[in-house]
């Protein structure tokens, strides 16, 4: 649903302090396309000569490791997360 942008996400919306309108977003790592609502770190070969990719790739690197973190805190405590789900394609919308 992402990809044919049928996810129905919210509006873009400013970010404090800014007039701008700001998309929300997926964060992911270099796997996945570059996309309007996903986040990828730049390349390699683009973080060699500039600091500025340098830093958004640590700090989206910290983005991820925070939202891991948070599932694994959230797998620990509720097991339920830890193995697939059980349920039924024809019921799933109910």
């Known amino acids: 649903m992402l990809y044919n942008g049928s ?6 919306k400013p970010l404090p302090g800014q007039n701008t309108p700001t998309p929300y977003v997926f964060v992911g790592d270099e ?8 986040m990828r ?7 060699a000569g500039s ?5 958004f790739n640590y700090r989206l ?9 948070g599932f694994g805190i959230l797998a620990a ?4 997360y830890k193995r697939p789900f059980e349920c039924k394609l024809d019921t799933i919308d109910k």
Not at 51 to 55: D, F, G, L, P, S
């Open 7 to 12: 996810l129905d996400l919210p509006e873009p």
């Open 31 to 38: 796997a996945f396309p570059l996309m309007r609502n996903l």
């Open 61 to 69: 690197s910290l983005a991820r490791q925070t939202v891991e973190s």
């Open 51 to 55: 600091y500025q990719n340098k830093v």
């Open 41 to 47: 770190p730049y390349p390699k070969a683009r973080v």
């Open 77 to 80: 405590r509720f097991r339920v």
